[in-house]
């Protein structure tokens, strides 16, 4: 998109601290509810990094920081290198975009006079703020030709977060602070609104920092992770990955929850795989070679295409008979098709349905590119998987619960899993 | 009433259009600047009860107080001090309408939503632009319910300045005059524009509120 000019900025905690006072004054028995203690992290300019978790762990105190709705108590929030307590309030609060969960929508404004809230306090010339607001109402999909005159109250919940986000990116900021943007939508029209949002960014590239206490949220739209943990401290920092590979604590553990392997299989996507090439054989070749191919096969199957490369499929040596040459016929359709941007849990899923241990990967045209197989799944949740001590801890524990029910439990979940994925 | 007095005498009030036409415009004389100088107070003890909330106890407590004052006793005493003037009229007219709009204001203050004050600040308004721009557009529906009932109450209190003289009376001057002189024409005059004038005004105000919140409308609307 043109109109935007891809600037962002780098946010950097500095050893940042929020203490607040409890209710009867003292300061000592217990963390209070949305402390913060000393953290120190880095956003880097155009990354999504998610703050997460539990409530009152401080996450949301830290996103208000940024654009000092909160005063921390200590230490230093940096943006672009300059310390935000040395900025003009207002002027620090106007190039950054702010979305909140109830989105905060001017009821007795127009959609077009909402969006263009930061461009009128900035004084932009009105021709210049009704055009921008439209520019944006139709990047975030909202017709502004139908949208622009209409109140918020003739809004659905998930056009009025549309105009929430266009609104905040109205003067185009470097970074933007989103406070559980999606919580207040139902589930299907968040997961569109959150694809919706990452492909907008893929366009923007803004530096957004992002709060929600949904881990599955978190794992999705975060380029970064952080963990948050009940008293203010940063748990863990990292990219999601290597926070479902390898929690740094038994809390991150716990709170990316017993599944991380699957959430692993559901970010990682067939192209993270080594592929491997197919024995193939074509419609109309002698049977005679397809045969001999097939017996010196791996797996001792071709796999059958047809004059474009699509697959038709497998067929075994005593499949392959008659003078005719190879047919279609031959074929016994049975892997799942997949492309190199299905996720792994996807095509691991399709993999189990058809009771088969091989997936073909095919590209745009379905023509074949090459196989996908469990083991290679597999190996590739081998790496960089770390089974920290405090796991088995948390197994044992489980192994009591579960023995006094008399139910068999297995020794290590993920190693269950992967001889359950070798052994199929 | 004498025998073989008329209860409406319509050639009298063709005959004396003038005279009524006086009172009329000295009514609104009597409602128009205690209306103003209240709205203008409670704004300003609002928005500082808002911001301050330890103010609005005490506020409504002396506000409460001064609607409680008798208004003939109020008359009485200022009159050594402001004289038979429309001041001494206006004074105790003003401070009636200080409970009912400065209770109506804050709560149409307090009504705006957290969540778009929040906004509001975020995005970089200043106190100012937002009380200007976001909190007083949203305390209008509350606002002008305030004045609507406040400008009832006082026209209908007006009609006691008679007390005072014929100079100020506005239409109690000719509530007062028919029950003096047994003439049901004036007194029935008086009460029946009285009426009208209060009806009117609220109906002014219905119509001022719905010209100035389109948005509230928009939702019964489209969709």
Redesign the interface.
Known sequence: MAVQSHQAAVVEFDHVTKHYDTPTGRRKGGPTPGAVNDLSMTVPAGKICVLVGPSGCGKTTSLKMVNRLIEPTSGQIKIDGVDAATRELTELRRSIGYVIQQIGLFPHQTIGENVATVPRLLGWPKPRQRERSEELLAIVGLDPAKYRDRFPSQLSGGERQRVGVARALAADPPIMLMDEPFGAVDPIVRDRLQNEFLRLQEQIAKTIMFVTHDIDEAIKMGDLVAVFQTGGHLAQFGPPLEILAAPASEFVARFVGQDRGLKRLSLLRVSDVAMQAPVVARVGEPTADARQRASAAPNGYVLIVDGANRPLGWAAPDDLSGGDGVSAEMANPVSPLVNKRTTLKDALSMMLDADVQTGIVVDRTQSVLGLVTIEAVARKMREGEHSPAFDDLALLAAEEEEDADGVPVRADAGAADQAALEGA | MPPGTKLFDFSWTVGHLDQIWTRIIQHFQLIIVPLLIGIVISLILAVWAVRQRWAYAPVTLITGILYTIPSLAAFAVLRPITGLSFITAWIPLTTYTLLILFRNFTAGFTSV?A????????????RR?RLLR?EL??AVPLIIAGIRLASVTTIGLATIVAVLGDQFGGLGQLITEGIQTFFPTKYLLGAILSVILAVGADMLFVRLERLI???AR??A???
């Not at chain 2, 906004?119 to 970089?124: H, L, Q, T």
């Open positions: 939503p969540d778009i004050l929040e906004a509001a600040e975020g995005m970089g308004y200043t632009q976001v557009p949203l919140t389109p948005w928009a939702r609307g489209a969709r």
